[in-house]
């Protein structure tokens, strides 16, 4: 019996189209709270939360923006079925957990934010690490060109 090449292309999966089109959707996402968030006014919040956007870093702004922005292109790199999703992705992902050290990291932020909204960042990670794991394991498959 022939062992077969773990590296051989195979066929594209039903599932995968459904699968990329979601990642380009939660990377929107990602882009829109990204906005919201760099065009809000602090003065209409209430204050524990303007406490918690004064005390926020400027590098983690820019964290997010590489995570949102890079990531969307990663994401419309994966559903044109480009490898360039991969690195993309991996960009991404390494910005969100660079902007998420923030929490702890950054004595001043740490002290305004509850520990159970950290609940949020934890899940926008694994979802994260998801479509970067999906877009590693298309190209291992070999549906990335």
């Known amino acids: 019996m022939q ?7 195979q066929p594209l999966a039903r599932w995968f189209m459904p699968a990329a ?4 959707l939660w ?5 829109a709270m990204y906005l919201i968030e760099v065009s809000l006014d602090p003065a209409t919040l209430p204050l524990d939360q303007q406490a918690i956007v004064a005390a926020m870093p400027k590098w983690m702004y820019a964290a997010f923006a590489i995570a949102v922005w890079v990531g969307l292109a990663g994401a419309v790199m ?6 360039l999703a991969v690195p993309l992705l991996g960009i991404s ?6 902007q998420n050290s923030a929490y702890f990291v950054d004595r001043r932020l740490a002290e305004v934010v509850p520990s159970d909204s950290l609940l949020l960042p934890i899940i926008v990670l694994a979802i994260t690490w998801t479509v970067f794991w999906f877009a590693w394991h298309s190209l291992r498959r070999g549906w990335l060109k």
């Open 27 to 31: 990377m929107l996402l990602g882009c």
């Open 3 to 9: 062992e077969r090449d773990p590296y051989a292309p």
């Open 78 to 83: 994966l559903v044109l079925r480009r490898k």
């Open 21 to 24: 089109i979601a990642s380009l």
């Open 93 to 98: 992902l390494l910005a969100m957990l660079v």
